[in-house]
């Protein structure tokens, strides 16, 4: 068995979505599940949506709601030609856009919020299954509201998903293409609820986990990671091979291509990640295996919107207990912290989150004086045991030279130097190192 996960903008248009058919029935040689996201721009303004209807701008919802129609209304047209066809996805249209109109006479709550923002990915997969119907592919849909599942504190219980996707998959046994969405699951209140944005490739790594499958593809728009920012940096280059180790570092701090969760479930059941490309399928793209990989620097990753707290206390001189009750903060307003430096009366912290700020601001100041440093960047170089290469460090700095470095985490782990600094440095920062680090 292999996953088969498509983007947004894999089927943004009628002629990606027929490309991606293309793909997922180019070798039959085993099953596949293809995940697929919702068509680009289309949860961006299901958010939008909800955002209205929660503030009560319900004239704003409707209009929005009537475009993304409109949008969908044309994008079929293009997707299918005969007429059962086109019933078929007028009928899915018509379902969901009902649905839609109908939230703007009920109340806005939080569960009504996961509904709206799963009509996405209910919308591709089915236009999707329509067109494959058309073509006169065979295959089976894998509901993902009948499968995947999130616990109380909204992480996967592989092991439920596991026995769920199993007894499915059973009811199909002469299919060999399967159909399901990312992105969307059930909650420990078994109502629909989602993995967060972005989610999509964390549902196709758990599918792979839950499935053990032979390999987990991830297709996109670019030809694998990159080993700079492509978006921002001149210059850039796929990197061919990477460790999961690696991928987690990159993912976490900021490469884009793929969601950082996405990585463990693969990780743990060994299922080897490949990162590809739709619009060049040859292309190697990215494979990312438990291999040890080369030794060296793979890529450098930015993550914005860090805010830095700097807690100086006056008795930490030769005081302990310090750090755990700054750290104990934090976990109380679940907030995760990326950065740490210390020095005997200091301790710097970075922080992705600034939504429980207020509060921990509040109680960090009872251990000491608190100030706050808001739009840094977090700039990581990673690689397979850089720590270890004796003149990493100095091309890092003698190539950032004159530029203000706010903190330095170097030896936390072996294969990640990471740096901060000030946001609107960041894409200067990304291009020197790209010359300092990589000479190109
Ligand atoms: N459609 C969702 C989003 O835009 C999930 C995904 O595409 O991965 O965040
Ligand atoms: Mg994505």
Redesign the pocket.
């Known amino acids: 068995m292999k996953i088969m996960k498509f983007?947004?903008t894999s089927v943004g248009k009628p002629e990606r979505m027929h490309e991606v058919a293309g793909l997922v029935t180019a070798d039959e040689s085993e099953p596949r599940i293809v995940v697929l996201?919702?068509v680009s721009g289309t949860?961006n303004a299901l958010v939008g949506i909800s955002r209205q209807l929660a503030i009560g701008d319900k004239e704003a919802a409707r209009l929005a709601i009537d475009a993304l129609e409109t949008h969908y209304q044309n994008f079929i047209t293009k997707l299918v030609q005969s007429e059962p066809a086109l019933g078929k996805a007028r009928a899915v249209l018509q379902e969901h856009f009902e649905f839609l109109h109908i939230i703007l006479r009920i109340s806005w709550s939080e569960a009504l919020n996961k509904d709206i923002l799963a009509q996405?990915?209910l919308l591709s997969t089915k236009l999707f299954c329509a067109y494959l119907e058309e073509q006169g592919i065979r295959y089976a849909m894998l509901p993902a509201l009948d499968f995947m599942r999130i616990d109380a504190n909204e992480e996967p219980r592989l092991d439920d998903i596991r026995t769920l996707l199993t007894a499915q998959l059973q009811q199909h046994p002469n299919i060999g293409l399967f159909v399901t969405q990312?992105?969307i699951c059930r909650n420990a209140r078994g109502e629909v609820d989602n993995l967060k944005?972005?989610?999509?490739?964390y549902s196709a790594s758990l599918i792979a986990a839950a499935v053990s499958a032979s390999a987990c593809e991830i297709w996109t728009d670019i030809s694998g990671m990159h080993n700079n920012d492509p978006r921002i940096v001149d210059r850039t280059v796929p990197v061919s091979r990477l460790s999961f180790d690696e991928a987690a570092e990159l993912a976490y701090f900021g490469a884009k291509i793929l969601h950082p969760a996405s990585i463990w479930p693969a990780q743990q059941y060994n299922v080897p990640v490949k990162l590809l490309n739709t619009m060049e399928p040859s292309a190697s793209g990215t494979l990312i295996t438990s291999e040890a990989a080369a030794p060296g620097a793979k890529a450098i990753a930015a993550k914005d919107g860090i805010t830095a707290v700097n807690i100086r206390s006056s008795r930490m001189l030769l005081a302990y207990g310090f750090l755990r009750r700054v750290f104990e903060v934090f976990e109380k307003n679940r907030t995760s912290i990326d950065m740490i430096t210390t020095s005997e009366v200091a301790v710097s912290v970075t922080i992705d989150s600034a939504s429980s700020l207020p509060a921990i601001l509040e109680e960090l100041a009872a251990l000491g004086s608190v100030s706050v440093d808001g739009d840094q960047a977090i700039v990581s170089i990673v690689g397979h045991e850089i720590a270890s290469d004796t003149s990493m460090l100095q091309r890092i700095f003698s190539s950032l030279e004159g530029v203000e470095i706010r903190m330095v985490s170097y030896g936390g782990s072996l294969h990640n130097i990471s740096l901060l600094v000030a946001g609107e440095k960041k894409t200067e920062v990304l291009q020197r190192l790209n010359n300092g680090v990589f000479g190109l």
């Open positions: 983007g947004g996201s919702a949860t996405g990915e990312g992105y944005r972005g989610g999509s490739d």
